[in-house]
């Protein structure tokens, strides 16, 4: 069975840091397209980056050079180190992993950016 489990989240000052991870079990992900969404009540989710097989990444315009998505391939586990966070980046984070062209999603962590 395979499972995504997010952690990480909580509450930041704006500027400050937060590193996401995204645990995988059931398959081991090191071949597969993972992804970092967020969402908040009334948006759509909305695509933070992609990391695809050997490291080959891309970012949303609005967080390249203070995001960075990376991987484990020893943990099998995802993450998303995320700088001078700002305060509409209050979201619930969202990992995603594509497999044999199927989509598995984690639960979510909600990230707060506030002072």
């Known amino acids: 069975q395979v499972q995504l489990v997010e952690s990480g989240g909580g509450l930041v000052q704006p500027g400050g840091s937060l590193r996401l991870s995204c645990a995988v079990s059931g398959f081991a992900s090191r071949w597969s397209a993972m992804s970092w969404y967020r969402q908040c009540p009334g948006k759509e989710r909305e695509l933070v980056a992609t990391?695809?097989?050997?490291?080959?990444?891309n970012y949303a315009d609005s967080v390249k050079g203070r995001f960075t998505i990376s991987r484990d391939n020893g943990k099998n586990t995802l993450y998303l180190q995320m700088n001078s966070l700002k305060p509409e980046e209050t979201d619930v984070y969202y990992c995603k992993a594509l497999r044999a062209g199927i989509e598995y999603w984690g639960q979510g962590t909600q990230v707060t950016v506030s002072s």
């Open positions: 990391i695809i097989g050997v490291g080959g990444t």
